[in-house]
């Protein structure tokens, strides 16, 4: 879990070191897996104080918070959790580094505090080797921690009658979560996997050349043969991202795995709520690069690069299945294909006890909330469909073309950012939402109530 106090990038330089001294460079160019920084601020909200109400998150944080049932019904989920679609008889696979010793505990904390069922079954399995033991002062293994309660606890509060699996790994390279993922695909224990991890295809070996990623993605084709969905975040950097040497970016970048062709690319929009979970304005594409207030309880002053990733491979050509939108993607395979809630003004909460005393309720945001919530949505339609839907992205981009009802489209926002940089500030230009397919939304977002129906139909 990462203070407000601490910031991002100490955070993520700590990291580096941390797995770095166990032979596992993840930040280097050979391994630069890296979360999508799904954020959290432990210090807030202690646990005997329960969930913080919007009121309070908004006088002492500055920001909203939102609650399951907020979410749930901005998404238009209760009509089908009256037909009794809540993803039940499907399992959601999460994957993460080190895992959450707390992990238990923690979701049922959650459960309690806004009346949702505990998951038919939560299994922790270690496929890719053991995991050291967690150890509350490893700043890498804290963050991932945090990492791993937001993708179980949101993944759930989407879809709370799917059983989940957190696969955990020993380390942030990405040859371990291709394991495991391949672990769990070729044994048939579950039916959607979400990632929260990603790296700027500038950082792989060999770039611009597949060669790199054509040995990592066989648990992607492996997930295509066993009609597995795989979801990845698209980032939380918009259109830049972090160099192997912790500067950022000065063109345009997107990160694998989700400008992969055989994984749904999820990326951010704000969501404004009232208290009952109606939206007050439309959603917009998630960008806080000069949002003093989200800002300041990460550590940062504006400008800072804090937007959903989107942008165009610089590696994967365009699939066919984004045809229809050319006209935007060029040859090139543009990202994100979809957008959830990810913004730090339009928060999430969440529970966390795994570094001991004291345990608390946090604000949470990025496309790491982002992805889990997309998982969840998927869990339900494929009970909806009464099988696994597979590779959704080709009934994504015809849903689109059809203007069908349960696309809900983005206009509003980008994901140009900017940031200070060798003494001087970078803006770089990023992508405008707009009617229709665009790179900073995807499609846009979804209203799940008409989206789900539609999406079993046309996958």
């Known amino acids: 879990m990462m203070s407000a106090r601490n910031g991002i990038l100490a955070a993520v330089a700590a990291a580096c070191a941390v797995v770095g001294a166990a032979g596992v460079t993840a930040c280097s160019a050979s391994v630069p897996a890296r979360h999508a920084a799904g954020v959290r601020h432990a210090d807030f909200f202690p646990a005997g104080h329960g ?43 999460i994957v993460d580094q080190f895992g959450s010793p707390a992990l238990r505990h923690d979701l049922a904390v959650f459960d309690r505090a806004f009346a949702l069922p505990a998951p038919p079954s939560l299994r922790v399995l270690q496929p890719a080797g053991p995991v050291p033991r967690f150890n509350p002062e490893n700043p890498a293994m804290r963050q991932a921690a945090g990492e791993t309660a937001l993708d179980v606890e949101w993944s759930h509060a989407i879809a709370p009658g799917a059983s989940i699996l957190l696969a955990e790994t020993p380390g942030t390279g990405f040859q371990q979560f291709m394991a495991a993922e391949n672990y769990v695909i070729n044994r048939n224990l579950g039916d959607v996997i979400s990632q929260t991890f990603a790296g700027p295809e500038q950082n792989f070996p060999g770039f611009p050349g597949r060669a790199a990623f054509l040995r990592l993605r066989y648990a992607y084709r492996n997930a295509r043969r ?129 570094t001991g005393a004291p345990a608390a309720w946090q604000t949470e945001w990025g496309t790491s909330e982002a992805a889990p919530e997309f998982a969840g949505i998927i869990a339900i339609a494929d009970q909806y469909a009464h099988k696994r839907l597979g590779l959704i992205n080709p009934a994504l981009y015809r849903l689109e073309q059809q203007h069908a009802p349960g696309i809900v489209d983005i206009t509003q926002g980008s994901n140009t950012v900017s940031f200070p940089q060798n003494g001087r500030i970078f803006t770089l230009q990023g992508y405008q939402a707009m009617p229709g397919y665009d790179l900073a939304t995807g499609i846009g977002t979804i209203n799940a109530a008409l989206f789900v129906p539609e999406l079993a139909s046309a996958g």
Not at 53 to 67: F, H, Q, V, W
Not at 226 to 240: E, M, P, R
């Open 51 to 93: 969930p913080p109400t919007p009121a309070e998150c908004r006088k002492d944080l500055g920001i909203a918070c939102y609650s399951p049932r907020q979410v749930q019904r901005a998404y238009d989920l209760p009509p089908l959790y009256a037909k009794g679609f809540d993803g039940r008889g499907r399992t959601i696979v």
């Open 226 to 354: 066993h009609h597995v969905t795989v979801v990845a975040a698209s980032g939380d950097l918009g259109v830049t991202g972090n160099t192997p040497f912790g500067t950022y970016y000065q063109q345009r970048v997107v990160s694998w795995p989700a400008s992969d062709p055989l994984v749904t690319g999820v990326g951010g929009t704000t969501l404004h709520l009232n208290a009952a979970g109606g939206r007050t304005v439309p959603d917009t594409a998630w960008n806080e690069t000069r949002d003093a207030a989200v800002l300041r309880l990460m550590g940062q002053t504006p400008p800072y690069p804090f937007a959903g990733g989107g942008g165009l491979s610089a590696v994967f050509a365009r699939p066919a299945y984004q045809d229809p939108v050319r006209g935007i993607t060029g040859n090139h395979r543009g990202v994100p294909d979809v957008s959830m809630s990810a913004s730090g003004s339009g928060s999430v909460l969440g529970f966390g006890s795994f």
